[in-house]
């Protein structure tokens, strides 16, 4: 075997790992995403079981709002991981054309490109995470909005 026949399978491998730590990654985030949801309706219930005289409790708010923030610190640590992997293997396609070997021709798309969007790869999903996290955090409140104090 070949020095570059050596690296190629070196380079093989080690994109076939970046196509991993992406996917893996993407299972991170929306795990975080679930967890973070599932805690806040979690408060939402609790605090709908709550019997409360008077002005309404803002603790069980105050902890989704906390929920949320961390979750999406997690989510934003996650994609930065992803955003590394993708550069990586932005890196190792380039190794391959140097060596003559057409990676965006063999798989129909521009992949370069495509990573070089950074952070923002995964913008809408980003977004659609963010609206279900600000969703979640303003469940608490509902008690509030649609149930009167007991007198």
């Given at each position: 075997?070949?020095k570059e026949e050596e690296e ?144």
């Amino acid at each position: 075997m070949t020095k570059e026949e050596e690296e190629l399978k070196v380079i093989y491998s080690t994109l076939d790992d970046c196509r991993r730590l992406i996917a893996a990654g993407k299972v991170q985030r929306w795990d975080v995403i679930k967890w973070g949801v599932t805690v806040n309706l979690a408060l939402a219930t609790a605090a709908t079981l709550i019997p409360f005289k008077g002005d309404f409790s803002f603790i069980p708010f105050v902890f989704a709002v906390a929920i949320a923030l961390v979750t999406w610190w997690l989510v934003l640590y996650y994609n930065g991981r992803l955003t590394e992997a993708r550069n990586d293997a932005k890196h190792l396609i380039d190794q391959m054309n140097e060596k003559g070997i057409d990676y965006n021709h063999i798989v129909g798309k521009d992949v370069a490109s495509d990573y070089l969007k950074g952070r923002e790869y995964d913008k809408q999903e980003l977004n659609i995470f963010a609206f279900i996290l600000i969703v979640s955090a303003l469940l608490p409140l509902l008690p509030a909005i649609f149930r009167r104090p007991i007198p």
